[in-house]
């Protein structure tokens, strides 16, 4: 047996590994020791053994919660992905694995690698609306890349999309892939319709360093970027830095950026209701976008999420309210599940890459329904 995790976006450690029916593993944490949730390795076994393998410090990540009717999920061809038999109990996750072929990935959700990434870039600019904008360097020094859509006419809406500033919720880059295939399929009328009033400023990945060390949360500084966005600087957070430059440039109209609940198995959007400037017209147009979702989306709901804030007391270091304050705009976070969807329910894969693809696809669709009162 051999469990390796020494590849992008790999994490765990491995304690003990004498025994298959007891193999101890640990997550390795965040830079900074705040954050751990995110798993990412290979096991190499003999085909029709069953491995037990006990995450056995669990019971301190930071969202135990998520470990409730959580199911990891593994791939033998890295394409397709499903769920294993999964256990959360005294502090421990117990992963069984009945091993069908010599080797197995194994993984907190889908990852979404940095080839992945770059691939994604790579197809997209051969498009005649495309262009792609090198915006700065992370503290590791890769590059943080905008992916422009449009024409770039002044009197159409700034669509602002960002995915990942919380690297291990790799199901937002999933759906940023979703939406930007959609946004560029020359047969799609919702696109062109789209794409005839607006322009579209999408990073696809705010936070590579965290990405490739494996990280859930943070960044190569260990720190949350999702609450950087009222004073970032180029010493800690150079990701939202260069970003919110950008945005100050174009204006932005409508924002959405993309993440993962460890916890809540539903999809659902944290609006900024709580933001000093929300008037009656952002109030409408968040009802419109709210219901146009709901209508394009089976998986989208309304009756699980977060608290709103009171009104005047959001926290402005997150981005959905920064950019909403900032730009008096339609602002949201978009929260996708690592567990399953309660609503319609998967056994098999639970939330997945092509859930978060199609999900991708309906947000295009709600956003034509409100594009027209953007301004």
């Not at 290979?42 to 470990?67: C, D, M, T």
């Not at 691939?119 to 495309?130: G, I, S, T, Y």
């Not at 609450?227 to 924002?255: A, I």
Request: charged letters at 25%; a negative charge.
């Amino acid at each position: 047996m051999r469990i390796s995790a020494n590849f992008d976006g790999g994490n765990i450690e491995v304690i003990n590994q004498d025994d298959i029916n007891d193999v101890q593993l640990a997550i390795r944490p965040d830079v900074g020791g705040e954050f751990y949730q995110w798993f990412n390795f290979r096991l190499e076994g003999e085909v029709g053994n069953r491995y037990l393998l006990n995450i056995v410090n669990a019971g301190s990540a930071s969202y135990p919660q998520g470990w409730e009717n959580y199911q990891a999920v593994a791939t033998y061809d890295r394409q397709q992905w499903f769920r294993l038999p999964t256990e959360y109990k005294d502090g421990k996750l117990t992963i069984a694995v009945d091993l069908d072929c010599d080797a197995i990935q194994i993984a907190y959700f889908a990852p979404y690698s940095y080839e992945r990434h770059q691939d994604l870039l790579a197809a997209v600019q051969v498009h005649p609306l495309v262009s792609l904008e090198h915006l700065g360097l992370t503290l590791d020094d890769r590059d943080l890349t905008l992916i422009k859509v449009g024409d770039g006419d002044e009197s159409k809406a700034n669509i602002w999309i960002t995915a990942r500033q919380h690297p291990g919720e790799t199901m937002a880059e999933w759906l940023v892939e979703g939406f930007i295939n959609n946004l560029l399929d020359g047969d799609c009328a919702n696109a062109k319709a789209l794409l005839d009033k607006a322009n579209f400023y999408i990073v696809p990945n705010m936070n590579p360093d965290g990405s490739v060390r494996g990280h859930l949360r943070t960044n190569a500084a260990g720190v949350n970027l999702n609450r950087e966005w009222l004073s970032p600087s180029l010493e800690k957070s150079p990701e939202v830095f260069h970003v919110t430059n950008k945005m100050k440039e174009t204006g932005v109209d409508l924002f959405y950026d993309v993440h993962g609940d460890e916890g809540l198995p539903f999809v659902f959007l944290a609006g900024c209701e709580g933001v000093p400037c929300y008037n009656d017209k952002m109030a409408a147009v968040q009802q419109k976008f709210v219901q146009a979702l709901k209508l394009t989306s089976a998986d989208f709901q309304t009756e699980f999420g977060y608290d709103k804030d009171e009104p005047g007391k959001a926290n402005l270091t997150v981005a959905s309210n920064w950019v909403a304050e900032t730009f008096q705009c339609l602002s949201n976070t978009l929260e996708m599940p690592f567990k399953d969807n309660d609503n319609l329910a998967d056994p098999m894969s639970g939330w997945s890459p092509e859930r978060s693809i199609y999900l991708g696809e309906a947000s295009l669709t709600a956003m034509l329904a409100v594009v027209d009162e953007l301004r």
